[in-house]
């Protein structure tokens, strides 16, 4: 009897342990009807902190155009710049080359600072460069064709320091001597390497030695520039100058009138003249005005 009843309650045991196992494996295994099932994969990607910054605090939202959402803001181009960058026409030109106020408002003793014949080389255009920054000055690079054919990098200085670039024909020629389409061509070949080189065209134009003609200045107008050659040469060029240069200096100031338009180039005695010209000038009451600021049509 006692066995019987032994057997009885280790069969009743066995019965129950294998019901509640059957009861625990249904449980895990139930999703109610309607509700999604999320995989420990998924649990894991949800939780993961580098999704959770996307659009954690701090962090920029992405955009909902999926296809510029990782897209950097372009650089603006020069030619944007120099947009943004206008200056008001507050001076003109007259026709001996004076640079004259539009009216009572603006300055009339003021000069305009020209380089010619370049870009020739780097130690001579930065000191000019730094000089002019000095003394919060612009001016005009007149450049050859065929010296930015050679030094790209040179023009590309001038211009992203600030300075003005202008056309002075591809050779150091004269274009008076030329049949009408060699010196236009030496006119547009010029506005083509600046434009590719720089992302714009010159706006002023000077011909070699100060010799042009009617339809070389035809030609100026047409590609949008203001035709020039000068009323004070420095007389920089001419051996009676070279390594001089407070005689560089004096040729100026014997010229100087209010609006002078002075001719200069890119020389080791020029560069070494600049500084203490430009002082001189300031301390007889004259303004250096910004290339910009003078309208691109002679009156």
């Known amino acids: 009897m006692f066995r019987h009843t032994t057997a009885l309650i280790i069969a009743a045991s066995l019965l129950l342990s294998a019901c509640g196992t059957t009861e625990e494996k249904t449980s895990e295994n139930f999703t109610p009807a309607g509700e999604p099932t999320t995989t420990i994969q998924e649990e894991q990607s949800d939780s993961n902190p580098a999704k959770t910054e996307e659009t954690g605090a701090g962090v920029t939202k992405p955009s909902t155009d999926e296809s510029t959402a990782t897209e950097e803001e372009p650089e603006p181009s020069s030619e944007q710049v120099s947009k943004e960058e206008k200056v008001e026409k507050t001076f003109h030109m007259n026709e001996n080359y004076y640079i004259k106020p539009n009216d009572d408002m603006s300055p009339s003793k003021v ?10 080389e780097e130690k001579m255009i ?5 000089t002019l920054d000095k003394h919060n000055a612009k001016a005009i690079f007149f450049v050859n064709g065929y010296r930015v054919k050679s030094h790209p990098e040179l023009l590309k200085l001038i211009h992203e320091r600030g300075q003005i670039v202008g056309n002075h024909a591809w050779d150091h020629e004269d274009l008076k001597k030329m049949s009408n389409s060699e010196a236009a061509k ?6 083509k390497i600046v434009k590719d080189t ?12 100060g010799s042009g003609n ?3 200045k035809a030609t100026v107008k047409k590609n949008g520039m203001l035709y020039m050659t000068w009323s004070n040469g420095s007389l920089d060029w001419d051996k009676s100058t070279k390594d001089k240069p407070e005689k560089v200096i004096q040729n100026v100031l014997d010229q ?4 002078s338009n002075i001719l200069m180039h890119e020389l080791p005695w020029t560069v070494e003249a600049l500084d ?3 002082t001189k000038l300031e301390k007889k009451g004259y303004s250096f005005v910004d290339p910009r600021a003078i309208e691109l049509e002679a009156r």
């Open 111 to 120: 000069v305009l600072l020209t380089f010619d014949d370049g870009p020739k």
């Open 126 to 130: 930065t000191p000019l460069i730094d």
């Open 186 to 191: 030496q006119v547009t070949d010029v506005q």
């Open 198 to 209: 720089i992302g714009e065209e010159p706006q002023f134009f000077r011909p070699p030695f």
């Open 214 to 216: 009617d339809a070389l």
């Open 256 to 259: 100087l009138n209010p609006g």
């Open 276 to 278: 203490e010209l430009l």
